[in-house]
């Protein structure tokens, strides 16, 4: 019985004329370009310099600022209240006063105030903007402490400023490339769309069309029949799960640091979890708007309260509490323990853990409420 509803799927499936080329483009696409814009990284951070002082030290801030990587220096303006201007009006990000003095006291004192203003209205662009600028001041200032005649024995009467010599290590990502902390994540949110939301659309269409009461009307069991329904979706769901994982190495080099067998584990437990949450949607939607609507609103909450974007530690503690009833949080946490720290099983056994609840719990709601009408 179980073969012949596999081949009605099948052949359900690939007379379909979008499904199969949506197996194929939706994952290119996907790897290929979202890694390239959902990024915190900031660059070109357009900054406008007031230099009051007018010196040789001062000029050479701002040939190192306009130098970086990181900010576009738009114009030296004649006046600090010009800088604001470009910042009011948009035409600059940040605004940057150098005061009089600036050689002098930096010469003299090993320290210089500079007026540094902001535009915030992109907060994360802002703080971002107003660190790195903070940090080539800081960079500037002791290159030229250790320029001056006297750095290593200070005069009589003048204490050597005190100086912290930090060495930051970074693990895991020591480029500090925001796309390496996205792609094992967008492989997730493939999972969730191609294994749960499209077999909740595909079982409420033939709701609306009316065959699905010709298998009600069978002897077929519930559990059987269901089952049957998800197969092609879920090998759909770890064929696309291989194409990402080969274009996020032939592509952008990041192959995971871990087993590749804890990957397909994972999927093997997220994929039946996000579909049997798809047919407990489908269950008790009677149109494709319905399910639609509901299935777009849990996908963005998904997105959102699943640590894809955001740190869940950054989140308010209700909603801390919240994302523990949210299937992604585990596998993207999971994903990316893999991916970037080599996890071990050891790692992954709380993630796995609630996989698993996950697909008992959708999974035996999914057979019940499904109702057989003869």
């Known amino acids: 019985m179980w073969k012949y509803l596999l081949e009605k799927e099948f052949k359900q499936f690939f007379r379909n004329r979008f499904l199969p080329k949506l197996a194929v483009m939706f994952p290119v696409m996907v790897m290929l370009v979202l890694p390239w814009v959902t990024t915190m990284d900031v660059k070109d951070i357009r900054i406008t310099v007031t230099d009051r002082d007018r010196s040789a030290t001062s000029a050479r801030l701002v040939r190192d600022i306009g130098a970086s990587s990181y900010f576009r220096l738009e114009r030296v303006a004649d006046s600090y209240a010009d800088a604001l201007g470009d910042v009011e009006y948009g035409a600059a990000d940040v605004a940057l006063e150098i005061p009089p003095h600036f050689e002098k006291d930096l010469t003299v004192t090993g320290s210089a105030p500079v007026q540094i203003s902001v535009n915030t209205v992109n907060g994360t662009k802002g703080l971002l903007g107003g660190n790195y600028l903070a940090q080539l001041l800081a960079e500037f200032a002791q290159a030229q402490l250790r320029d001056r005649p006297y750095a290593a024995a200070p005069p009589p009467g003048m204490s050597a400023p005190p100086r912290i010599k930090l060495t930051a290590q970074y693990r895991y990502n020591p480029a500090l490339n925001y796309r390496i902390n996205m792609i094992p994540a967008l492989m997730v949110i493939l999972l969730i769309v191609l294994c749960g939301f499209l077999p909740a659309l595909n079982i409420v269409s033939e709701k609306e069309r009316g065959t699905i009461e010709q298998i009600n009307v069978t002897p077929v069991p519930r559990v059987l029949f269901i089952f049957a329904k998800l197969t092609p ?43 049997g949450f798809g047919l407990v949607v489908s269950n008790y939607s009677a149109t494709m708007q319905q399910a639609l609507f509901v299935m777009f609103f849990f996908v963005m909450i998904f997105q959102l309260m699943s640590g894809l974007l955001t740190p869940i530690r950054s989140m308010p503690e209700w909603a801390q509490w919240l994302t523990l009833f949210i299937p992604p949080r585990y596998f993207i946490h999971a994903m990316r323990l893999v991916y970037l720290k080599g996890a071990t099983p050891g790692d992954l056994l709380t993630d796995c853990g609630a996989l698993l609840g996950f697909v008992v719990f959708f999974n035996t709601w999914a057979v019940w409420s499904y109702r057989k009408r003869g």
């Open 233 to 275: 979706y879920w090998l759909m769901g770890f064929a696309v799960l291989s194409i990402s994982i080969v274009l996020a190495g032939l592509v952008y080099g990041l192959w995971p640091a871990g087993s590749l067998l804890y990957v397909y584990l994972l999927a093997f437990l997220f994929v039946p979890a996000i579909s």
